[in-house]
Every structure is written in C-alpha cells, then in structure tokens.
C-alpha cells in the first residue's frame, strides 16, 4: 500500500454506527448490497434516491477502489440565489472571457462557513441532523439578507461581508462544527482533521476572481462594478462533498466517447468527468493522457483531444442545504421571516424563491450555409443529367427536403451545410448544459433558419416539445436578394411532411404576402421592430423562479445609424452570431446583456484532391 493511501486509511474509524439504518439504506441492503458499499453509494450521491445509488454501484462495478474505506471531504458554503447569482454568473463568463480563467472560476459563487473536513460514510446523516438543529437555533437571528463590500488587491477581487452579519455567520458555523464533532462521537481524527480551518477563521468573503495577472485588475475591476450587490438574492447554506483522493488533480471533460482499443485504455462517455494527475502524465505517450473515471472509478488512457478543461467543483456532490421558507415563518415586529428549512436539492430552493421573474430574447443567426461554402451556383454542383440531387461534397446536405416546384427553388432559398446543421445542435446543447429554459421558438420561413431552430432544438431535447413558429417577418432585408423578387420558400405544409417541427397553429404577424422587393431601410427596420414588439408581447412570462427564453433564428440584427452602417455591422455577425436582451421590468425597458453560451470559431478548410497535392510531380 502506498503511504499516502496508509495515511488516508488511518483516519477511518471501524466502530459500527450507533443509530437506525437509514429508510434510503434498507432497500439497498435488501437488493444484497453490503452495507459498507451501500452507504459508500448513497454519500456518492448526496443521499437522494435508492435508484441514484444503485445506478452508481453498477457504474463503480470494475472499480479498484470500490472496497477502500476512505471517507469524504465535505464543506458548509453560504451560496447566492436568485437574481445576485445571475449577475455573478454573467460576471464568471464575462471575466474568463475577456482575461482567461482565474482560480475563482474553478467553483461557483460562495462564502465558505467551513472549510473541507473529512466525515466516514455512516456518520454523515450525522452532518444532516446537525445542520437542520444548528439552522432551527439560529432561525430567529440568520441575517434576511446580506450586505456586501467591494474589495480589490492585484492578486484578489470579491465582496467583503458586513461585519455584524459575518458575526452571526461565523456563530452559526462554529456552531455547526461543534455539534458535528459532538455527535460524531469519534474525536478530531475522523470528523475535523487538524491541518483544515474548520470553521473557517479568515473574514467571511463572496471570491470574484484570485490569482490572476496583475494588469487584468482594471478591467476585472471595472466589470465587478457592473455587479449590484443590493440585488434580491435568497442565501443558502447548503454542504458539499469531494473525494479526497483527488483534491490536487485537474479535471477533464470527455466531449466524445471513446471505446478502448488497448486493454490499458479507459472507457469515457461525452460529458464524463475525469482526474488527472499531473505528476503522472509522462508516462503517457504524446496526444495522451492517464486519467480516473469520475463516473466508473476505473484508470486507464485516453486521447487528450477527446476532453476539454472541467471546473474543481463539477466533481462535488450537494448534500442538504438551509433555506429561508414562507411556509408557516415566525415574524418579527418588523416583518421579517427567519425560517430555515431542509432541503434535499437545489431544485427545492428555486421552487421558494420571491425574486422576480425574467424573460430574455436571443437572437441567433443562422448556422452555415451550403452557397456560403460552395458558392451561388452549388446546387448545379449536385445535379446529375436527369435532375437528381446527389451528395457532391461531405459538406452537402444528405438530400434536400421534398418541394411541390422544380428543385431550382433551392437556389434562392438554400439549407445549411452539414457543418451548419452541426454548429446548430452544438449550439443547443450548449444552452442545455447552462440550464436555459426555453419557452417559444420563432424563426424567418428561409430554409437555413428553420433548419437552425430545429436543430437547436434538437440539442436542447426539446424537438416535438417546442414547436418553431414561422414567421415571414423576421426575414432578413429584401434589398439583398440577388433576383430582386421574394424566393418561393417552403410552404408550412411542405416543412411539416419533411419532418420539421412546425407549430401550425400559429399565425404570423406579417404574412408573406407583406414582404416587399427591394424595400427600403428604413420600412426593413419598422417591419423588424413591429414584428419583435408582436413577439415580446405574445410571449408571457412562465415559471416560478425560472428565465423564460424566446430564440429567434433568423438574420435579424439591431439597427445602424444608417444602410452603409448596417451592412458594415452585418458582414461581421458569423454563424450562429448571437445577442442577448434581457427585460429589466422594474425599469420597463430592456438590456443587452451577454449570451448564456459562448461564441463558436471554427478555421476555413479547402477542398483536397490527393492527386493534386501527393502525386505532383
């Protein structure tokens, strides 16, 4: 055995646990679980359902490590919901992009009340108990909200809490360590090891960024000051847990899956999370690297351009977190309530939030199209001598959907490429990935757009669920059709026998018989505007505690000073270019804000012939 594995070993405590089996735990031993692994599960997975717990056995199965009794690490953090955490979030994506990534972005926006400690398995319900006694004691004086002070240095950025309320905060987690280390029952070695701050001594702070380059402080400054820390934000505590034996490892991202062609080669999944150690990686060959499957437990190599980097804490698993509820509060004088309540997830906390409701509209461009690629002549290109559609490049599109009228059709009104079709389901897993809920879905009734909202949909796994309603006018300025006429597009009828989710019921604002040839500049962004008013108008907001989202995938863009401008700004917009406004109710207006998902670049690749290039003499 190792000697840093000897020395986990020697922190885990054999004493049988001296209380009721837990309700998640019987069924678990009653399917033949052993006990130990049974629990081991149920840590691994916050202790939410038998089914969770289970799946994670089967997955850890080949597991070497399966057997080891070595415990968690856990961590109490007081973290922002609601509209504060929306804002700190955009400030993440904001900060990494314009100044690369810092250590605070390696986990989410929180104020540490304790620092990791070490809990075994059987004794973590103990950590539950303890959290709901400490958060029933201190339910009449928890701080209802939180006042926060900007502070930089050149290495730190963040918000210092108010000193008052961080007393009340570091009582309620010196409380909290306490009652853990007293209920444990097993003294310091197995709840609270001696080289952690448990509680955290240093002064309460909410990190915005730590450990960057010294000249990137202005800038990080200057957008931290777009941060209003009054913002309505609901505070929860809520107690996390991390492997130990991996706290000094990068994290990877498995973008695709790979089956193993070696028996030393490990098995990844998209989206799997995997340790790797540094120390370690010259033992792998170059474009290689050895990693431990988060999912399966199981180490073994993998293709490095398979991953991408991952965050410290999209290991971490949520335990039970303290909320303030509105069921049943114990008000004071001055109206405030100060209940605290379990929760399971964070689902539960977003079902109580008061803050108020948003709605957002993105604007997106359409993926790339076949004539951006192969020019305007490229159906000729695909045409045998009897008028056939063949696939003449791996760019074109497998076939062209069914059209009553001639083929040519498509000349005017052509698809996305392959590596469009592509960029626009990227695109929806991406919004998928952030959570972004989406509510209505309108689109220009070109080919390029409806194919973009499908697809997008389709990353997103609502395809069938949110129908795309077509409409003539989001179509982009009529002044830039080559033909100088209108093109014949798809008929709603022709989308729907193609198989593209069309909502039918739907009746457009601007017929297509509206849209005019040539038109001006100035009737293109009256048309726009109306056509955006009608959409914001028809789409309420829905949900509690949750954005409401409307995509509009066409070529639609703010307008310039003037014609010349516009189509300056226009020739810039890639596909799939996108823009974000969010409604700021309380003002009645709207805000450009930045987008939930990142921009896609991607480089030009040339058409090949081999016998061109190797056979050249």
Request: charged share 20%; proline share 6%; glycine share 4%.
């Amino acid at each position: 055995m190792a000697v840093a594995e000897a020395q986990l070993y020697s922190k885990v405590s054999n004493k049988p646990r001296g209380r009721g089996t837990s309700a998640l735990l019987e069924p678990l031993l009653a399917k033949g679980f052993p006990a130990h692994l049974a629990q081991k599960a149920l840590v691994a997975t916050g202790q939410k359902t038998v089914e969770d717990a289970v799946k994670w056995l089967h997955s850890h199965c080949n597991d070497p490590s399966l057997d080891d009794p070595i415990p968690q690490e856990y961590a109490l953090y007081l973290c922002p919901r609601g509209r504060l955490h929306s804002r700190l979030q955009d400030f993440w994506r904001e900060s990494k992009r314009q100044c690369g990534k810092n250590r605070a972005h390696e986990v989410f926006p929180h104020v540490t009340l304790c620092d990791f400690f070490t809990c075994e398995d059987q004794k973590v319900e103990f950590l539950y108990d303890v959290l709901k006694k400490v958060g029933d004691s201190f339910c009449q004086i928890f701080p209802p909200s939180i006042f926060l002070t900007l502070h930089a240095s050149p290495s730190y950025l963040g918000f210092f809490i108010d000193d008052c309320q961080a007393n009340i905060l570091k009582d309620f987690a010196v409380a909290f360590s306490t009652e853990a280390s007293a209920l444990a029952g097993t003294g310091p070695n197995t709840l609270a090891q001696p080289h952690h701050s448990f509680p955290s001594l240093k002064q309460f702070h909410l990190t915005l960024a730590h450990r960057f380059y010294p000249h990137h402080q202005k800038t990080l400054e200057q957008l931290a000051k777009c941060i209003n820390p009054g913002e309505p934000c609901q505070w929860v505590a809520a107690l996390y847990s991390r492997d130990m034996r991996f706290v000094h490892y990068q994290r990877l991202r498995a973008l695709f899956q790979y089956k193993p062609q070696n028996i030393d080669e490990l098995m990844i999944n998209a989206g799997d999370l995997i340790y790797v150690d540094p120390r370690q990686q010259n033992e792998a060959g170059e474009g290689w690297v050895i990693g431990t499957s988060h999912r399966t437990g199981c180490r073994g190599f993998l293709p490095e351009n398979y991953t991408e980097r991952a965050h410290e804490s999209d290991t971490w698993v949520k335990h039970r977190s303290l909320t303030k509820t509105e069921k049943e509060p114990n008000v004071k004088p001055n109206g405030e309530a100060h209940n605290l309540s379990m929760s399971r997830s964070v689902t539960n906390v977003v079902s109580l939030q008061n803050t108020a409701l948003r709605r957002g509209v993105l604007v997106m461009s359409h993926g790339e199209r076949v004539d951006q690629v192969f020019g305007k002549s490229w159906l000729q290109q695909c045409l045998t001598a009897d008028g056939k559609y063949y696939r003449a490049d791996l760019n074109f599109p497998s076939s062209l959907p069914r059209q009553k009228d001639s083929m040519k059709q498509f000349e005017c009104d052509p698809p996305l490429s392959c590596c469009g079709i592509f960029q626009s389901r990227l695109i929806g897993e991406a919004l998928l990935e952030q959570e972004v809920t989406v509510s209505s879905v309108y689109s220009s009734p070109a080919l390029r757009c409806v194919q973009t909202a499908q697809h997008v949909l389709q990353g997103l796994k609502l395809n069938q669920k949110v129908r795309i309603r077509v409409e003539p006018g989001l179509f982009e300025w009529t002044k830039w059709e080559a033909s100088r006429a209108i093109p014949k597009f798809m008929t709603v009828a022709e989308l729907v026998e193609a198989s593209y989710d069309i909502d039918t019921s739907y009746r457009a604002n601007f017929p297509l018989s509206s849209l005019v040839p040539s038109e001006s500049y100035e009737d293109y962004v009256s048309r726009s505007s109306a056509v955006i008013k009608h959409i914001i108008s028809a789409c309420p907001c829905k949900g509690r505690g949750l954005r409401s989202l409307n995509i509009l995938s066409d070529s639609c863009r703010l307008p310039s000073r003037d014609s010349r401008d516009f189509a300056q700004m226009v020739q810039k917009i890639p596909a799939l270019g996108m823009c974000f406004c969010e409604e700021q109710k309380e003002e009645n207006k709207w805000q450009m804000v930045n987008p939930p998902v990142k921009t896609l670049t991607h480089g030009a690749n040339a058409a090949f012939n081999w016998r061109n290039t190797i056979m050249e003499d």
